[in-house]
């Protein structure tokens, strides 16, 4: 299993450009979430979904938009790029808990460095 | 708000020594506790897990413990090794309807243990 993977590794964008994060997963999770690592602020929760179709806001949801068509991918969008922006973007996923007290762990990616001028 | 506070920012320790890092956190609602280590250029990775109804869980080296009435965890890594240099992140979730996945971190604490 490659687990979960992300492309590209590193990205440069002028303010008001777009583009979209890839993020894949080859373990069957239903569950996927994209997190920003900001310098002291740990990790933050952008968007989730709980399943193909199935997608919601997190904690920092504004200028990203999120569409899961499958199971295994779960693309980031950034519509027009802006400073604020520059961050490294982590894709993480995980399997359903089943069963009272079951807790199930997340697998990251590797990251996506964005750096947005 | 930061639901979830994590100190210290930054950790040296000597090899051989104990490294202690504090979460406090203010959700009662949470049930889920996990400790994530992240090497550089890295994503990062689940190291060790606990849930509120024990009050410590030991994993080699690794040891959480858990204060439900002051709603503080802390992760405790015995005879520390350079090798576990690494920024370590601590998180917290609510499992409703299998629904626990949605992670809240603490800021992270840059740990350097020194040969």
């Known amino acids: 299993n490659a687990g979960v993977t992300q492309t590209p590794k590193f990205q440069v964008l002028k303010t008001g450009q777009s583009m979209t994060l890839q993020c894949a997963q080859d373990?069957?999770?239903?569950?996927m979430s994209w997190y920003r690592q900001d310098p002291g602020m740990g990790l933050r929760l952008i968007h989730y979904s709980v399943g193909a179709g199935i997608t919601d806001q997190g904690e920092v949801p504004n200028g990203y938009n999120v569409s899961r068509s499958t199971t295994e991918d779960f693309p980031l969008r950034l519509l027009s790029a802006a400073p604020s922006q520059t961050s490294v973007y982590f894709c993480?996923?995980?399997?359903?808990?089943?069963?009272?007290?079951?807790?199930?762990?997340?697998?990251f990616g590797p990251g996506t460095r964005l750096t947005v001028l | 708000q930061q639901q979830v506070k994590q100190s210290p920012q930054s950790l040296i320790v000597q090899k051989g020594g104990i490294s202690i890092i504090n979460c406090a956190y203010e959700n009662t609602a949470f049930d889920y506790f996990p400790w994530y280590q992240q090497f550089p250029g890295k994503g990062p990775a689940l190291l060790i897990a606990?849930?509120?109804?024990?009050s410590e869980k030991k994993e080699g080296r690794f040891t959480i413990s858990f204060n439900k009435s002051a709603k503080q965890f802390s992760l405790h890594i015995m005879d520390s090794q350079p090798g576990d240099s690494a920024t370590y992140f601590c998180a917290a979730s609510k499992n409703s309807g299998g629904s626990n996945y949605k992670l809240t971190f603490g800021k992270g604490t840059l740990l350097t243990v020194n040969p």
């Open positions: 993480a996923s995980s399997d359903r808990v089943t069963g009272q007290g079951r807790y199930n762990e997340q697998f």
């Open positions: 606990i849930r509120p109804d024990v």
């Open positions: 373990m069957n999770h239903e569950y």
